[in-house]
């Protein structure tokens, strides 16, 4: 089996603190695989540790079988992990299309740029030339994912995309993440939110205090209402 990422025995570490511990994951070409857990669970660090942000202290990293655990950020993503991060970081001097443009990456290419990915972004199509610091939670969120789209990545890793949103904008979300499921993209996302986890992932990875404890389809995951009670807040 060929997986397009594989976290192996993921250690990670932020100073003396033991943070993961054994974290082993794996996404296949065209799946949506949701890593759920609380509020400290390690999610992400897990994702920082996948992209290269966090060294990994012990454990694997695989990109396309590739092992590129000692590899920096840059060359991550160079071989095809697009990171849509917590925080959005928008610069918000810039306008939308030009933060749009600082998700291209040298080297990478494919069906991807401003034309196709507007397409599946039709809220960001009329403001384009507004400032990034002038937009919405919800549109930044939403220009977050473009920007990383743009780069055409192998793989994209959204971290908690709903956390903060109000429901209409969840829903738009919703319908995103299956659309770009349809055209094929590769996605690991992070939630806490169990209803939107559910209604996107083929799979799900329950992580706690650093331990993955649930790995899964989501109609088993659906079926472990104990595993959803204890690591969860439902
Ligand atoms: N920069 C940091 N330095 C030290 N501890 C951190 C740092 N970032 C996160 N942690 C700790 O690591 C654990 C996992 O955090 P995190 O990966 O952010 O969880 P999640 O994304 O699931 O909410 C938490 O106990 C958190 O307090
Ligand atoms: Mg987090």
Redesign the pocket.
């Known amino acids: 089996m060929s997986y397009i990422l594989e976290a192996a025995g993921l250690n990670t570490f932020?100073?003396r603190?033991h943070?993961l511990f054994d974290v082993s994951l794996a996404v296949s070409s065209g799946e949506t695989v949701c890593l759920m857990?609380?509020?400290?669970?390690?999610?992400?660090?897990?994702f920082r540790s996948l992209i290269g942000l966090t060294p990994v202290k012990l454990g694997k990293v695989m990109i396309k079988g590739k092992d590129c655990s000692r590899l920096p950020a840059y060359k991550r993503a160079r071989l095809g992990i697009g990171f849509v991060p917590e925080d959005r970081r928008i610069l918000g001097p810039f306008t939308v299309r030009e933060n749009l443009g600082l998700g291209r990456i040298p080297g990478r290419s494919g069906i991807w740029n401003e034309e196709t990915v507007l397409e599946q972004f039709p809220l960001l199509v009329h403001l384009m030339d507004r400032l990034g610091g002038t937009l919405s939670g919800g549109e930044q969120q939403l220009l977050t994912i473009a920007r990383a789209l743009i780069s055409n990545p192998d793989v994209l890793l959204l971290d908690e995309p709903t956390e903060g949103l109000a429901p209409v904008v969840v829903a738009v979300l919703k319908d995103l993440v299956l659309n770009l499921k349809k055209a094929g993209i590769t996605i690991l996302l992070?939630e806490q939110n169990i209803r939107f986890a559910t209604s996107v992932s083929d799979r799900a990875v329950v992580i706690d205090k650093?331990h993955v404890v649930f790995t899964g389809t989501m109609e088993e995951f659906k079926r472990e209402e104990s595993v959803q009670k204890k690591y969860l807040a439902v």
Do not use: V
């Open positions: 932020y100073g603190s943070i857990g609380r509020n400290g669970a390690g999610k992400t660090t897990t992070s650093g």
